[in-house]
């Protein structure tokens, strides 16, 4: 019975999880800033035969343009290993994102065979639009916690998100 009663305790445990990140999530300002919208309109714009300009996968497109933008001009295969895609869904998706305009391809110095991706200035500015929005979030969320409390929540977020890692790996 023992063993019945911890699996009953884990799955409330989830459900509690589930449900508090749910309620944090409708608390938070999730609303895109109205910055982003006035650069994608701004894109629409100077591009109007381009493909749509909504975001397939956001998550995915955020992790991208911050291992772009920290990277300077990573390789597809780079890329791909980085954000832990196949080597033709990042090519897939850098074409997007090279068609919408948030980055540019470059040849390699070295190897003209290699193909590499940088941010387009736009993708800088869309860059820092959602890590600005992502820290406001945080920042909210962080408020009603003491200095103590906000520190044991890193550090369980940052053990969190390295076990999710490792199980990707």
Do not use: Y
Request: charged residues 20%; contains cysteine.
């Amino acid at each position: 019975m023992a063993h019945g009663t911890e699996s009953q305790l884990a799955d409330d445990r989830v459900a509690r999880l589930a449900q508090s990140l749910t309620q944090v999530a409708s608390e938070l300002n999730t609303q895109p800033p109205e910055e982003l919208f006035e650069l994608l309109a701004a894109l629409a714009r100077a591009q109007p035969e381009a493909l749509p300009h909504h975001i397939p996968n956001p998550p995915a497109f955020h992790r991208m343009c911050r291992f772009i933008g920290q990277s300077g001009s990573p390789t597809m295969g780079e890329l791909g290993n980085a954000i832990s895609i196949p080597f033709s869904t990042a090519t897939r998706w850098a074409d997007w994102m090279i068609q919408n305009g948030f980055a540019n391809r470059l040849s390699d110095r070295d190897d003209r065979r290699i193909v590499r991706i940088s941010l387009t200035e736009t993708g800088h500015r869309f860059l820092e639009i959602i890590e600005k929005h992502m820290a406001e979030n945080a920042r909210q969320m962080l408020s009603c916690l003491t200095v103590e409390e906000q520190t044991i929540l890193l550090v369980i977020f940052e053990k969190v998100a390295k076990g999710l890692q490792q199980t990707e790996d």
